[in-house]
T-cell receptor
């Protein structure tokens, strides 16, 4: 059974600081996704990572994937308050024929002044 | 088409009642998914369709749950004889699955928040 673990689950960080969120998954998967969710809202797609060594960046967020280690990271650079949200990583549960997502529990990020 | 829509956005019902939720995917998307999210957790997969065919159901989907996508466009999720444990956010997502696969992104709707009293 595919399991996805994120850490930390809660993160309080000061504006302007850098931090990394980690996502580990238990079995082979060919796709990894990062989503953002604001309180009471739905999920917004941030990144799709398809191959070992993939790196994608959007603004202050950068995601990377190491398929050999079954690890993805979401790096936050110079955090600002607008980044406060819950961040989920998700992987596909099977080989590329099927695409239901298995999600981690999420990392609740709070950026404080 | 601006995205995935769901109706209703909120539903309060009494235990034992039946409820039905609707999802309208992004118009050209051939895949449609249902997930359930409880407080403080990530979404959990329930079922998905490719066009009108239901391809997979999670073991979370008890026999009280049924989903349809009759014309390959909108989908409904019905819960019969609701229980308090069914209280959750029900999320719908859609994607475009193309030949060769790879890298499809699931776009989520706003969700239907269900409260069973």
């Amino acid at each position: 059974e595919l399991k996805v673990e994120q850490n930390p689950l809660f993160l309080s960080m000061q504006e302007g600081k850098n931090y990394t969120i980690y996502c580990n998954y238990s079995t082979t998967s060919d796709r990894l996704y990062w989503y953002r969710q604001d309180p009471g809202k739905s999920l917004e797609s941030l990144f799709v990572l398809l191959s070992n060594g993939a790196v994608k960046q959007e603004g202050r967020l950068m995601a990377s994937l190491d398929t050999k280690a079954r690890l993805s990271t979401l790096h936050i650079t110079a955090a600002v308050h607008d980044l406060s949200a819950t961040y989920f990583c998700a992987v596909t549960g099977w080989n590329s024929g099927n695409t239901p997502l298995v999600f981690g529990k999420g990392t609740r990020l709070s950026v404080i002044a | 088409d601006t995205g995935v829509s769901q109706d209703p956005r909120h539903k309060i019902t009494k235990r034992g009642q039946n409820v039905t939720f609707r999802c309208d995917p992004i118009s050209e998307h051939n895949r449609l998914y249902w997930y359930r999210q409880t407080l403080g957790q990530g979404p959990e997969f329930l079922t998905y369709f490719q066009n009108e065919a239901q391809l997979e159901k999670s073991r979370l989907l008890s026999d009280r749950f049924s989903a349809e996508r009759p014309k390959g466009s909108f989908s409904t999720l019905e819960i019969q004889r609701t229980e308090q444990g069914d209280s959750a956010m029900y999320l719908c997502a859609s994607s475009l699955r193309f030949l060769g696969g790879g890298g499809e992104t699931q776009y989520f709707g706003p969700g239907t928040r269900l409260l069973v009293l």
